[in-house]
């Protein structure tokens, strides 16, 4: 193997192992963001103004939640 070769397994081993773990911080959000979406959209489906609602009350949960853990991370510093 060359040293350019080298060199460019070990650069994409190293993206790889970072995209790992961003992709493994990142799958829960990304799945909970996906759920309430799906369950706005269900309500919407069966009252429309019902779809706003349900979505503005699960944002107002999560940046109660967000903030909490927000708050509490500031108190760990």
Known sequence: MTPALAAAVATTRAALAAASL??????PD???MA???CVSYGAW???PPA???VGGL???VGGYLGA???AAG????
Do not use: Q, S
């Open 22 to 27: 961003l992709a493994r911080d990142w799958t």
């Open 51 to 53: 779809g706003f609602i």
């Open 68 to 70: 909490g853990k927000a």
């Open 30 to 32: 990304t799945l909970l």
């Open 35 to 37: 759920g309430a979406g």
């Open 58 to 60: 699960l944002l107002l």
């Open 74 to 77: 500031d108190k760990e510093v």
């Open 45 to 47: 489906l069966i009252y």
